[in-house]
């Protein structure tokens, strides 16, 4: 794991032990998200222009956060934008992040580059870059099906 953080710039870096099929399930598949993406509900189609929610319990208060797909690739690059209320912000353009998870395959497996638009998402992108790659390498890196894992709510 790798992690680099430039101006309002938050990216992570890890090799995984899985295709990047496997990863990109692991991406889009809302039980799989929930396991990893600290309980979180995500719900949307994955069509570029589509809305996406993000809903669950953070610290005992239920939140929905929000974006849009704004680029698939298919199993390569994924790109939304997400918005918060618990920022604190306004529902503004300009308060939204984009969100990437670019996927090449490399020996031994996969690397997942996860790049948030402001440095305030920086523990939240890593870590769930880092509980990606830990959940996908308890799998032994035979599918995304076996992604397991929580921690605390990182956006």
């Not at 308890?138 to 709510?153: H, I, L």
Request: proline residues 5%; glycine residues 14%; negative net charge.
């Amino acid at each position: 794991m790798t992690e680099n953080v430039k101006g309002k710039l938050a990216q992570a870096t890890a090799v995984v032990p899985a295709t990047p099929e496997q990863v990109w399930r692991a991406l889009i598949d809302p039980a799989l998200v929930k396991e990893y993406f600290f309980g979180t509900t995500v719900t949307t189609d994955w069509q570029q222009g589509s809305t996406i929610t993000y809903s669950g319990e953070w610290e005992g208060k239920p939140y929905q956060d929000k974006g849009i797909v704004l680029e698939v690739d298919e199993p390569r690059l994924l790109v939304t934008s997400f918005y918060s209320p618990m920022s604190g912000l306004p529902d503004v353009t300009e308060n939204y992040q984009t969100v990437s998870y670019a996927i090449e395959p490399v020996e031994g497996g996969s690397r997942v580059d996860g790049h948030t638009g402001q440095q305030r998402q920086r523990r939240g992108g890593r870590a769930v870059v880092q509980q990606l790659a830990d959940d996908l390498g308890r799998a032994g890196g035979g599918g995304a099906a076996g992604v397991r894992g929580c921690g605390s709510r990182g956006f």
